[in-house]
């Protein structure tokens, strides 16, 4: 049994979920970005965790499995678009993929 | 108990700073499995065994398989001389102000509100089950109809377009 206050527990959750923030305003590789969005699905599913630890109540738990169903999900349907976008644009910049950008008048 | 939450909290942190440090795709994603096992050590010592089994067997296990055959798939020989170029030190200021200014509005938040604790006994991972496909039944179903859009969404943009014209006919 655990005896650390809820807070410091919360609070570990949150500072996960805010390293994957930085990741995601950071990187400019999309497969980074990818990567440090399921940093904070995970630990958005840590916050769920805890809760259920804290009340002794299964739903957050069964949270945390429709969690992974979406990251599941999100994950190969991203993974194919960065592999369509790497061959379209031979490159994995986010800053490639920039065709919806008004033209710049000189 | 509360030495293990710690050490596994200390190196999920400092694993997770590697990943979004790091230039090399491998690299990033072999740090965040360290990550997500010691993320699994702290779901065991919350009373969720389950939960630590689920999140090596499909987080570490398979979403980051997935991960390392698309990097293997891609040329990141060249992407890792950009990424030197992308990566500039100044870039992390603001985001990291930003973040840090948003996790003390955080701290602030969490210590502000009284948290009451009940002592019911622990969940079991039966419990799980019997909540799991009684009370969120129609939750469940929906996320297979969710997994079901993710299949045929990665088959479709997975798949590439068949060529109609013969290459003599081909532009240039």
């Known amino acids: ?33 990818m990567m440090s969005i399921e940093i904070m699905l995970n630990s958005a599913g840590l916050v769920f965790i805890i809760a259920s630890a804290h009340w002794k109540h299964p739903g957050g738990q069964v949270m945390f499995i429709f969690i ?7 994950v190969s349907i991203g993974l194919a678009l960065i592999l369509r976008v790497f061959h379209h644009y031979k490159s994995l910049d986010v800053e490639a993929v920039n065709e919806l950008k008004d033209e710049v008048k000189e | 108990m509360n030495l293990f939450f ?15 440090a790091q230039k090399n795709a491998i690299h990033a994603l072999l740090y965040m499995i360290v990550s997500f096992f010691s993320i699994a050590v702290i779901f065991y010592l919350l009373d969720a065994p389950f939960i630590a089994a689920l999140e090596i067997i499909i987080y570490a296990g398979a979403i980051l398989v ?6 293997m798939m ?23 102000i930003l973040a840090v200014v948003l996790f003390l509005d955080l701290v602030f938040a969490v210590y502000s509100i009284p948290f009451p604790s009940v002592d019911k006994g622990v969940v079991m991972p039966k419990h799980l089950g019997v909540a799991l496909f009684t009370q969120y039944l129609p939750a469940v179903e929906i996320s297979a109809m969710l997994l079901l859009v993710g299949v045929i ?17 081909e532009k240039k």
């Not at chain 1, 206050?5 to 949150?14: D, H, K, S, V, W």
């Not at chain 2, 050490?7 to 979004?20: F, K, P, R, Y």
């Not at chain 2, 969404?153 to 006919?169: C, I, M, N, P």
């Open chain 1, 68 to 74: 992974l169903a979406v990251a599941a999900a999100e």
């Open chain 2, 74 to 96: 891609l040329n990141i020989v060249i992407e890792k001389k950009k990424e030197k170029r992308w990566l500039k030190p100044k870039m992390w200021v603001i985001p990291i």
């Open chain 1, 1 to 33: 049994m655990l005896t650390i206050p809820i807070e410091i527990q919360l609070l570990f959750a949150g500072l996960l979920f805010f390293l994957g923030l930085v990741g995601v305003l950071v990187r400019r590789n999309i497969f980074f970005i």
């Open chain 2, 153 to 169: 969404g990665a088959y479709h943009l997975g798949s590439q377009e068949k060529k109609v014209t013969h290459r003599f006919f």
């Open chain 2, 66 to 71: 997935l991960f390392i055959f698309v990097t």
């Open chain 2, 6 to 20: 710690y050490i596994a909290g200390i190196v999920a942190i400092l694993s997770t700073i590697m990943v979004i």
